[in-house]
């Protein structure tokens, strides 16, 4: 068959509500412990370490086993394969064997008749230990030389050089704190243990079949005789990419022992305390630019806090460096990238993936500069856009796609930033308390797992007899909408309605060996397999059509729900029957990896991303100069999804993206103490954007081009990108508190999140410089 650009797929109806959205509401959408439970299954609950930094020195749990309903309690020893949940590194235990590293890391795992007998046993164990110096904080592991791994640099130009030459230069730096997920199902899993070895895992997973191989090792199993499962998650943002491992494998390691079903469901406190969060950084720069705002030289240094193990650390400080540049041709640039190891639980993906800490980074140069020359943002923003002949990345790579002046210029004019401006300059000029402000910041995010062998995907489609579908692919439904994007396109395939494709649920005996639903690159690589998969059993339906009614197969033409053979006309399902009793397989597996990527992480050069995506917010913002309180009034967005799979579906991933972003920035504060302890682990003390954070005024509007590459329907990703709209209210909250002494050439020193606490101490510092 001649080749097919699948950026020609044609979708009947791009706006098919989300595929479980009426289950959803009505309360019968199944998530794992909505399941029924047999009367033999046990509960699970870790008895959990009170040091940041120790040695084991005796563990005495008699009083667990004695502890009403307690069938089972296991230690490290009870371990006959890997004790090993990591992605990579092989340093995260599943159970402390002799030393814990940070607060909350399972020690023990007690198996119980319930969930309540669970965990009061699991309170019961008693450890003794003895304390190792412990590194909490940046400033302590920069102090301890604590890494995860080498300090990294990415460079291009001599920044040295240009910085001396630079007629104007500036120093300042800033700190970003982390985030919860939140996400409203919790960590969860069941196994169930079947004939001759074999072990079957429900899990609240993004990655199945890295919890496939990991039960698999730590059983002394092979892989195929693990199969996990994950039909829908309420929730994940990337904490349910590495994370979701740890209560797996104790929930397959109790069933292995006992022989009866093992359910995991953590307690929101304890999974606030034992899984990761997003990385806190602190940066430091040091920039050189001229009179219009142009950024001639740059030297960045990122340095974040890693936690106890590797975990996903590397690749995430990794796209950190990669989004420094956000949407702006740096000459002369250097980053220097630090990979902190301390005794905290360990930091791991989250949306973005370290984008937003970079791109938050060089969005804060650009509000920095324009304070200093005493000039609009949005024009120094607009002067350092890449463009013709300033279009490489400080990692090499050439930019092709690059909509961003076009897409900046259009949100300008369509939000009435410049009226606006003036607007709130007035306002703030009669108003001695309340403070208003406003910033277009731009995003320009790179699609890919920059891990190059990740970028790759398998899906299976059955067409029956009957002309109904049933597909399943490797991609996971964490709510995004994941599975109704594919069943759209192979729906369209066959130009029947969606209501005709059966989605199924993720298992790793279906489609084997597939990347984690992460990256924003669900859609992309699930779609593209799918549609392979797709058209492989059209081009046999085509043909046999073909040869059975002596036509060429040009004349073969499917279209609602039917097929044109020549001057005839049959029914889709018609045809399939008719297919069967000729002996037509009708299904297939479809393959699909990315093209045209390559990366040296050894030099930091290379093409990472198959394309960018793009977008621009306009937030407005008041804050009360007394209280330190805020308040965001109105946002605008213009987001580019290249030709949208399906409208709605990514209108709300934008909207949801911003919300979390707005968060982020804003109100989500983790506290530790000085022992390591989380103190902000509940909703009592961690709070996250509730439905009166959402902005009275939201315009949200597509950008109306499409992918230049052929991705499906030449549409793009858009789980992650519009997380950095949020950015947006940053800079704006900046612009506010500056107008408590506008006279002054200074950026406000605003740490982030942008509490009360600290928009009064902003305020304060500012007045006084």
């Known amino acids: 068959m001649a080749e097919r650009d699948p950026g020609l797929l044609a979708c009947t109806k791009p706006s098919n509500p989300h595929d479980s959205a009426a289950l959803h509401v009505s309360g019968l959408a199944r998530y794992a412990d909505d399941l029924p439970e047999p009367a033999a299954m046990l509960h699970l609950a870790f008895g959990q370490s009170k040091e940041a930094h120790a040695r084991i020195t005796a563990i005495d749990l008699a009083a667990v086993r004695a502890a009403p309903g307690v069938v089972a309690v296991y230690t490290a020893a009870d371990i006959?394969?890997?004790?090993?949940?990591?992605?990579?590194?092989?340093?995260d235990r599943l159970l402390a064997d002799g030393e814990v590293i940070c607060v909350g890391q399972p020690i023990f795992l007690v198996a119980a008749t319930s969930q309540r007998a669970a965990r009061q046993a699991a309170r019961l164990g008693e450890i003794a230990y003895e304390p190792l110096p412990a590194h909490l904080t940046i400033a302590d592991a920069r102090a301890a030389a604590s890494l995860i791994e080498p300090t990294q640099r990415m460079a291009r130009g001599d920044a040295a050089a240009a910085l001396a030459q630079a007629p104007h230069r500036l120093t300042g730096g800033f700190d970003m704190g982390g985030q919860d997920h939140f996400y409203l199902e919790g960590q969860v899993a069941i196994a169930t243990p079947g004939e001759d070895g074999q072990m079957h895992v429900l899990s609240s997973t993004q990655h199945p079949s890295e919890v496939q191989h990991l039960v698999a090792h730590m059983l002394c199993r092979r892989s195929a005789d693990v199969t996990v499962e994950v039909r829908r998650m309420g929730g994940a943002f990337g904490g349910k990419e590495t994370q979701a491992a740890l209560f797996a494998a104790a929930a397959a390691l109790v069933a292995d022992k006992t022989g009866r079903p093992a359910k995991f469901r953590c307690d929101r406190d304890d999974d606030m305390v034992m899984t990761g969060k997003r990385h806190d950084f602190r940066v430091d720069y040091e920039t050189g630019f001229d009179a219009q705002g142009r950024v001639l030289a740059l030297k960045l240094r990122l340095a974040s806090r890693c936690g106890a193990t590797v975990d996903l650390s590397p690749a995430i400080n990794d796209r950190a460096m990669f989004h420094a540049d956000n949407c702006y041709h740096l000459p002369a640039i250097e980053i220097i990238s630090e990979r902190l190891k301390t005794h905290t639980v360990s930091a791991t993906a989250f949306r973005g993936f370290g984008g937003p800490q970079g791109m938050l980074a060089i969005e804060r140069i650009m509000d920095d500069v324009a304070a200093h020359l005493g000039i609009d943002p949005i024009d120094v923003r607009i002067a350092n856009l890449y463009g013709p002949g300033r279009d490489v990345t400080?990692?090499?790579m050439q930019l092709t796609d690059n909509i961003a002046p076009q897409l900046i210029a259009r949100l300008?004019?369509?939000?009435?930033?410049d009226a606006r401006r003036q607007a709130i300059a007035a306002f703030n000029a009669r108003n001695p308390v309340l403070k208003k402000g406003i910033a277009l910041t731009p995003v320009k995010f790179g699609i890919s797992f920059t891990t190059t062998h990740l970028n790759q995907a398998g899906a299976l489609v059955h067409v029956y007899a009957d002309g109904s579908i049933q597909i399943n692919h490797g991609g996971t439904e964490m709510g995004q909408g994941l599975y109704i994007k594919v069943a759209q396109v192979v729906a369209d395939v066959f130009a029947v309605p969606v209501g005709q494709v059966r989605i199924t649920a993720t298992r790793t005996d279906k489609v084997p060996?597939?990347?984690?639903?992460?990256?924003s690159s669900g859609a992309d690589l699930n779609g593209m397999a799918a549609y392979n998969a797709a058209m492989t059993i059209r081009d046999r339906l085509t043909a046999f059509a073909a040869r059975s009614f002596g036509c060429g197969?040009?004349?073969?033409?499917f279209s609602d729900g039917a097929v044109q053979i020549g001057t005839e006309w049959m029914g889709f399902g018609d045809l399939c029957r008719k297919a069967h009793m000729g002996r037509i397989s009708l299904s297939s597996t479809g393959y699909y990896a990315t093209p045209d990527i390559a990366y040296d992480r050894a030099a930091h050069k290379g093409r990472p991303f198959y394309y960018f995506a793009y977008g621009a917010a306009v937030a407005e913002v008041a804050i009360d100069t007394l209280t330190g309180e805020h308040r965001v009034l109105a946002v605008d967005i213009l987001h580019d999804v290249g030709k949208s799979l399906n409208p709605v579906i990514d209108i709300g991933q934008i909207e949801g993206g911003f919300l979390q972003g707005q968060g982020w920035l804003t109100t989500e504060e983790l506290?530790?103490?000085?022992?390591?302890?989380?103190?902000?682990?509940s909703p009592a003390t961690y709070k996250i954007p509730t439905a009166s954070d959402r902005p009275r005024h939201l315009s949200i509007q597509l950008w109306d081009g499409e992918n230049v590459q052929p991705?499906?329907?030449?549409?793009?990703?858009?789980?992650e990108p519009p997380?950095?709209?949020?950015?947006?209210v940053f800079s704006a909250l900046h612009q506010a508190i500056a107008a408590v002494a506008p006279d002054k050439r200074a950026l406000p020193p605003l740490d982030a999140p942008a509490t009360p606490e600290r928009i009064l101490r902003a305020i304060a510092d500012h007045r006084a410089a």
């Open 723 to 728: 997380f950095m709209l949020a950015i947006s």
């Open 671 to 681: 506290v530790w103490d000085d022992k390591g302890r989380l103190l902000t682990h």
């Open 553 to 557: 197969e040009k004349a073969v033409r």
């Open 513 to 519: 060996n597939t990347s984690a639903t992460a990256a």
């Open 80 to 91: 006959s394969g890997a004790n090993d949940v990591s992605p990579v590194a092989g340093d």
């Open 394 to 396: 400080p990692y090499d």
């Open 711 to 719: 991705t499906i329907n030449r549409s793009k990703a858009v789980g």
């Open 412 to 417: 300008r004019a369509d939000a009435r930033y």
